[in-house]
C-alpha cells in the first residue's frame, strides 16, 4: 500500500497503480498484524488536502466520542474476562463455517411467504406528492446459530420485530434501491438526505430504509443509544447480529419481488449498512447491485484505531495470550471478507472518503480487492463529510444505468 493514489475531485474504477492486497481464503491469517497501523497513501492539491485535513480531524474527534462510549456502556457487559473466555470457546463453532467458505452455512436462506404488515408511515419528512410511503414490519424468525446465543439474543422482544419504510410511485412496481443505515445513524430523516432517496425517486425508482437490528425502533430495552445492543452483547453477539441482519433484508427482498411484484432490486449502504450491504452481495443472488458507501471490512483491526477502546482489544488480546489474528477470526464467519460474492464484478461498486478516520480507506481498498478490482470512487471527505456527494451521485447513477436498473422506468420523472 505505498503507491499513491492521486485523487482531485476525478472518479477513479481501478485508480491504484500498487500490488494487489494477496490474501488466500483465510484472510484473517494473511492480514498483516499491522494493519490497523497502515496508511493509504494518497496524493492530493493543496484545496483538496486542506479539506481533507479538516474533515478527518473531525472524524477523529467524533470516533474519540464514540469509542468512549461504547467503551464505557458495552465493553463492561459484553467484553469483560468471563465473556470473552466465552467467545474463545464459541470459535470452535463459528470457525469450520468460515473455513468453507460456503455462507449458506451460517447465513442460512429465509423461509419465504412471510405475512409482512403495512401501515402508513408517520413522521415522514420525505413526502412525494405522487406516490405513497408506508411502513413494513414483520415477526422476524431468525434463530442464533450457536445455542448458547439464543436464550440471551431472543429476550430482546423489540429487536424481533423487522422494520423497512418503503416509497413507491403510483402505478406498476418500480425498480426499488434498498438503503441500510450506519451505526447508530437509523434516523430515517437523516438517511433520506444522506442516501438521497428523493433525487432517486425522481429518477422514477422507489426507495426504501431497512433498519439494523438494535437501532432505532429495534432497540434493547434500556438501551443508552441506538445500536448499543448490536455490540454489547460480545463478538457472539455481532455474529449473530449480522445473521439476522442479512435474515430479515432477505425477507423483504423476496416479498417485494414476489409478492409485490418489483422487477428489480439492489442495496445501498453506508459504514455498518456498507459492511452488509457486502455481505449481502455474497448471500442474495437476486441484487441487481451492491454499493457499499465507507463501508469497514474488518472490525477488529477498525477497533484497534478506536481508542481507547484499542487499547483494551490490545490488553485483552495480551491477557488470553491471543492475536490480533484471532479476534479476527471471532467474527471471521460474519464478514464479507470470508465469502466471494454472488454478483458479478460488473455489478459491484465501492465508495471511499480519503479523509475517512472512522472507517479508513484501507478498508474501502481492501474490499474492493475483495471484490476483484470492482468499480470504484473516491471522493474528498470524511466518513460523515462528503463534500464531493454531489459529482459520486451522478457515478452512482451512471452506474444504475450502466447495470440496467433503469430499464423500463418512465423517462418523464427522471427529467423533473
Not at 500498487?18 to 490497523?36: G, K, N, R, Y
Not at 468453507?100 to 419465504?112: I, K, M, N, Y
Request: aromatic share 12%; net charge positive.
Amino acid at each position: 500500500m505505498s503507491r499513491a493514489s492521486v485523487i482531485s475531485r476525478i472518479a477513479h474504477d481501478a485508480c491504484f497503480d500498487a500490488p494487489p492486497i494477496a490474501l488466500s481464503e483465510f484472510w484473517w491469517e494473511d492480514l498483516p498484524p499491522d494493519f490497523a497501523n497502515q496508511r493509504e497513501a494518497f496524493e492530493l492539491e493543496w484545496a483538496d488536502r486542506m479539506q481533507v485535513q479538516a474533515a478527518a480531524a473531525s472524524d477523529v474527534v467524533l470516533r474519540t466520542l464514540g469509542a468512549c462510549l461504547v467503551g464505557g456502556l458495552a465493553l463492561p457487559i459484553g467484553y469483560h474476562p468471563g465473556k470473552l473466555r466465552g467467545a474463545f470457546e464459541d470459535l470452535r463453532s463459528y470457525a469450520p463455517l468460515a473455513e468453507s467458505r460456503d455462507a449458506t452455512r451460517f447465513f442460512r436462506p429465509p423461509e419465504s411467504g412471510v405475512r409482512i404488515e403495512t401501515r402508513r408511515a408517520r413522521f415522514a419528512r420525505f413526502r412525494p406528492r405522487d406516490g405513497g410511503f408506508q411502513d413494513l414490519s414483520f415477526q422476524s424468525t431468525y434463530q442464533p446459530f450457536l445455542a448458547s446465543q439464543r436464550s440471551s439474543y431472543l429476550r430482546h422482544k423489540k429487536n424481533r420485530t423487522a422494520r423497512l419504510r418503503l416509497w413507491q410511485h403510483p402505478g406498476p412496481p418500480r425498480p426499488t434501491v434498498l438503503a441500510i443505515h450506519g451505526f447508530s445513524a437509523d434516523l430515517y430523516w437523516l438517511n433520506e438526505w444522506f442516501f438521497a432517496l428523493p433525487w432517486l425517486y425522481r429518477m422514477g425508482l422507489d426507495v426504501a430504509l431497512f433498519t439494523l437490528p438494535f437501532h432505532g425502533s429495534r432497540q434493547t430495552r434500556f438501551s443508552p443509544f441506538s445500536g448499543h445492543g448490536f455490540f454489547a452483547g460480545g463478538p457472539g453477539r455481532i455474529n449473530e447480529a449480522f445473521g439476522q441482519a442479512v435474515h430479515d433484508f432477505r425477507v423483504f427482498v423476496d416479498y417485494l419481488l414476489t409478492t409485490r411484484g418489483v422487477p428489480r432490486v439492489g442495496v445501498m449502504g453506508v459504514s455498518l449498512g456498507g459492511y452488509t450491504s457486502a455481505l449481502l452481495a455474497a448471500t442474495e443472488p437476486r441484487l441487481s447491485f451492491a454499493i457499499p458507501n465507507v463501508p469497514l471490512a474488518t472490525l477488529p483491526d477498525l477497533v484497534l484505531e478506536w481508542e481507547p477502546i484499542g487499547s483494551v482489544l490490545r490488553a485483552s488480546l495480551k491477557v488470553f495470550r491471543q492475536r490480533i489474528e484471532d479476534a479476527r477470526a471471532m467474527l471471521a464467519v460474519s464478514s464479507p471478507l470470508t465469502y466471494a460474492p454472488l454478483l458479478p464484478r460488473e455489478r459491484l461498486m465501492v465508495i471511499g472518503g480519503i479523509g475517512d478516520r472512522l472507517a479508513p480507506p484501507k478498508h474501502t481498498r481492501l474490499l474492493w480487492e475483495h471484490w476483484q478490482r470492482c468499480k470504484l470512487h473516491w471522493f474528498v471527505g470524511s466518513h460523515l463529510l462528503h463534500f464531493d456527494r454531489g459529482d459520486y451521485l451522478r457515478h452512482v447513477g451512471r452506474f444504475l444505468n450502466e447495470v440496467g436498473f433503469f430499464e423500463g422506468v418512465p423517462t418523464e420523472p427522471r427529467r423533473r
